[in-house]
Nanobody, 118 residues
Framework: QVQLAESGGGSVQPGGSLNLSCVASGNSFSSRHMGWFRQSPGKQRELVAGIAPDGKTDYMDSVKGRFIISRDTIETTVMVYLQMNNQEFEDTAVYYC??????????WGQGTQVTVSS
């Protein structure tokens, strides 16, 4: 059974930190390149960070140096984390995890809301 469950969102002040978690089970996620995405009101969903099965990472320019993506694999379940530091107003969005590439994705989960406000 394919499952994506994101957690860890909340409200934070500018400069603050949050750590998001994602449980991804089924769909051969353990062998797939995973990603964290975000969507703000009125905007398209965008890739924030990606991580390959070997741990190689990539980030969108606006989060480089502030966000860190990581993963752990337990049998057929992948835990994907996003450590968000020095957050900015523009980081406000609903955050989702899924396969980094369209061909490796499952139906989107509920996501987790991140709000940066003073």
């Amino acid at each position: 059974q394919v499952q994506l469950a994101e957690s860890g969102g909340g409200s934070v002040q500018p400069g603050g930190s949050l750590n998001l978690s994602c449980v991804a089970s089924g769909n051969s996620f353990s062998s797939r390149h995973m990603g964290w995405f975000r969507q703000s009101p009125g905007k398209q969903r965008e890739l924030v960070a990606g991580i390959a099965p070997d741990g190689k990472t990539d980030y969108m320019d606006s989060v480089k140096g502030r966000f860190i993506i990581s993963r752990d694999t337990i049998e057929t379940t992948v835990m994907v984390y996003l450590q968000m530091n020095n957050q900015e107003f523009e980081d406000t969005a609903v955050y989702y995890c899924n396969g980094r590439f369209a061909w490796g994705r499952a139906p989107w989960g509920q996501g987790t809301q991140v709000t940066v406000s003073s």
